[in-house]
């Protein structure tokens, strides 16, 4: 079971990161390398509380869906999104947001359980846990560049 939590620094106000963070269409943007795509649910614009979206993507090769639904939400400071259905035996992301002196802090916490038991544990060894930080720290990338410029604009 990894917990995976990483924090970013990102020069902008903290009611932008927050929404960038939520932002269907800036993921979409962020995953153009895997072909991710909101398939089902909110496929563009800001999800909410209570709501869900379904990503199509390609993950080691293999098209997946994986369902996620918001089930906490305290605009600017914290969303949560955990797995409905998908890959994972299961999995929370928390996503938490603090106002720094230069802009903002933004911690990922991604705790998440691997399916088929002892061969999800070696996967997790292996590579998945890996693949997983990599995965997210290439996002929190995307909405720091984004959210430190104009680009924003495009996605707000």
């Known amino acids: 079971m990894p917990i995976l939590k990483l924090v970013t620094e990102i020069r902008a106000p903290i009611e932008r990161v927050f929404d960038l963070s939520r932002s269907i269409d800036l993921h979409r943007a962020s995953m153009t390398g895997r072909n ?3 398939v089902a649910g909110v496929t563009a614009g800001l999800i909410e509380l209570g709501q869900s979206v379904t990503w199509r993507a390609r993950h080691f090769g293999v098209w997946q869906r994986l369902t996620s639904q918001i ?11 955990e797995m409905v259905s998908g890959a994972f035996a299961r999995f929370v ?4 947001f603090e106002p720094t002196a230069s802009g903002t802090r933004m911690t990922d916490t991604f705790d998440y359980t691997s399916p088929l038991g002892v061969l999800g544990q070696l996967a997790d060894a292996l590579f998945l846990e890996r693949y997983m930080r990599a995965l997210l720290a290439e996002r929190n990338r995307v909405i720091q560049e984004v959210a ?8 707000l």
């Open 36 to 38: 991710e795509d909101a």
């Open 71 to 81: 089930t906490a939400f305290d605009r600017p400071r914290h969303f949560r999104d």
């Open 93 to 96: 992301h928390d996503h938490d």
């Open 148 to 155: 430190e410029s104009e680009q924003w604009r495009a996605f």
